[in-house]
């Protein structure tokens, strides 16, 4: 591959590599993709109470009493996933071994991504697009990169 393009948001995962052979137009070919789990559904869904007993752990006769729940639950999470995404941005990179590659992340994980990659990775990012492109065409996804 001459570089590797790579499309994320917290629930989807899609890297491409670039090739392109004199006289024609760069070609993109889907080398890694998959959908997290994690990032999909309610947190009511993933993180429930014991059979609607919540406000019965640990008071005195039944009475309403905290059980120590964590209320950052949605930001570790998140940070969770970001540490997974660029984990598997530099397999992907060592894998394919591509000399440049290029990343496209939504603004509000972005820089979060790009900060938990190693100097390396970071050294061979050719260009960074704060934009959600995982739903996009290829010929569409070629068009921020050009």
Same mark, same amino acid.
């Given at each position: 591959? !001459? ?5 994320? !948001? $917290?629930?989807? @995962? &899609? ?13 993109? *070919?889907?080398?890694?993709?998959? !959908? ?8 009511? *869904? ?36 970001? +540490?997974?995404?660029?984990? !598997?941005?530099?397999? %992907? $990179? $060592? &894998? *394919? ?15 979060? %991504?790009?900060? +938990? $990659? ?16 995982? &739903?996009?065409?290829?010929? *569409?996804?070629?068009? @921020? @990169?050009?």
């Amino acid at each position: 591959m !001459d570089r590797i393009i790579i499309a994320v !948001d $917290l629930g989807h @995962f &899609k890297a491409y590599g670039v090739t392109q052979k004199p006289l024609e137009s760069p070609h993109l *070919e889907l080398i890694e993709s998959y !959908d997290s789990t994690e990032a999909h559904g309610k947190l009511s *869904e993933k993180y429930s109470d014991a059979n609607g007993k919540f406000g019965l752990m640990g008071g005195k006769d039944g009475t309403a009493a905290g059980n120590g729940e964590t209320h950052n639950i949605e930001h570790e999470s998140e940070k969770k996933m970001i +540490k997974c995404i660029a984990g !598997d941005i530099e397999k %992907i $990179l $060592l &894998k *394919e071994n591509g000399t440049e590659w290029y990343l496209a992340a939504p603004a509000g994980i972005n820089s979060r %991504i790009v900060q +938990k $990659l190693s100097s390396g990775a970071k050294a061979r990012l050719a260009k960074n697009v704060s934009a959600n492109l995982t &739903k996009k065409k290829k010929a *569409e996804i070629l068009s @921020f @990169f050009e």
